[in-house]
């Protein structure tokens, strides 16, 4: 199949996986997985930026829509989007002329490891925040940010082990 139309199966993939499945998933009352920022991993580098920008905010809308969050996951995962290629160049070592060859399963585990650590982090601080709107409620946002992440972490650590096991 075509990169165009992966894409296009992924996020459609991603969203119902998101809206009818893990936003029903809730561990200790406030732990819930956000997988859908997976697009943001596994969308292809391109100079152009912006589709991808629009696709991330389309989904991000989407799962807003869906979860009646008032727009928090499209701000969380168009910030994630817009600083993805800074985390790109400080892990991978890359540059604008190796975006074409760029694969993220060509790549360490250690490397990857870290970029998407630090993406799901900055995504689920973000979301948390503005979910809380406090500062009463820091160590909630700091407890949620951490087991979330952990928990997005996990199930995609473990969705790339199984579906790549053979390849």
Known sequence: MNKPLNMAMLFIF???LQVFVLNNILFLDSINPYLYIVFVFLYPLKTN???????SFLLGL???F?????????????????????????YF???SAD???FKLKSESFGKIFNYTVTLTVIHHLIYFSFVNFSFQNLS???LNTIFSSIFTLILYFLGTYIFTKGE
Do not use: E, Q, T, W
């Open 14 to 16: 991603l969203l119902f």
């Open 49 to 55: 930026r912006v589709p991808f920008l629009f696709y």
């Open 62 to 64: 989407l799962v807003d």
């Open 66 to 90: 869906f979860s009646d969050s008032g727009g928090i996951h499209a701000l969380s995962i168009l910030y994630i989007a817009y600083i993805r290629l800074f985390f790109v160049r400080i």
């Open 93 to 95: 070592r890359k540059v």
């Open 99 to 101: 975006y074409p060859f």
């Open 140 to 142: 909630n946002v700091f």
